[in-house]
Every structure is written in structure tokens, then in C-alpha cells.
């Protein structure tokens, strides 16, 4: 009933920035709280940031201080703003929108995000 569409990704060199988004689709009434993951190659998927219907944020220690997560309610969008960027941060991003026990989460197609000079 949700669907997730991620857009944003790409290439930038090391200390750039872009700015993921994610469309929302469906019953966004079941939504409890929407967030940002990342995998890399070899490696597990892991959160990245979450903001909750409320507005409330949280972040993983390795991306405090450098991204942002941000909504419009209107646009039923979910934006991840991505500083200072490092090639650590290299990995396919995945929008994820909750809906509780009883419904389980839905996750977008991902995008790409490389940080390379």
C-alpha cells in the first residue's frame, strides 16, 4: 500500500554535496516514522537517520553533524541533505517507511551514491 521512490544519487568528490529525496505513495497513514539507510559492498545495511511523524530526528554518530534529515508533509517527501561527503559514505542508499508490527516496513528501489575523486 506504501510505496518508496528514491531520487539524488551520484557521483561528487570527497567534501561534496547532494541531496537524496524520497516520494512517498499509497497509505501514508500507516506510516510511523520514515529513514534513511545505506549499504556497502560486503557490507550490512545500517540507519543512517529517522525522523518520525512528530518531526523528530535521529542519526547515526558517523553522519551527525554532516546530514540532515528533512520532510515536507505536502509533497509527502523525505529528504536525506548529505555534507561532507567521505568516500566512506560510498554505499546504495534506501528510503525506509515504517508502519509498525502489524504491517512491517517497506524500502524504495535505492540510489546510488559514490564519493571518489
Known amino acids: 500500500q506504501v510505496q518508496l521512490v528514491e531520487s539524488g544519487g551520484g557521483l561528487v568528490q570527497p567534501g561534496g554535496s547532494l541531496r537524496l529525496s524520497c516520494a512517498a505513495s499509497g497509505s501514508i497513514f500507516a506510516i510511523n516514522y520514515m529513514g534513511w539507510y545505506r549499504q556497502a559492498p560486503g557490507k550490512q545495511r545500517e540507519v543512517v537517520a529517522l525522523i518520525t511523524r512528530r518531526g523528530n530526528t535521529n542519526y547515526a554518530g558517523s553522519v551527525k553533524g554532516r546530514f540532515t534529515i528533512s520532510r515536507d508533509t505536502a509533497k509527502n517527501t523525505v529528504y536525506l541533505q548529505m555534507n561532507s561527503l567521505k568516500p566512506e559514505d560510498t554505499a546504495v542508499y534506501y528510503c525506509?517507511?515504517?508502519?509498525?508490527?502489524?504491517?512491517?516496513?517497506?524500502w524504495g528501489q535505492g540510489t546510488q551514491v559514490t564519493v571518489s575523486s
Open positions: 525506509n517507511a515504517d508502519r509498525g508490527a502489524s504491517m512491517g516496513g517497506v
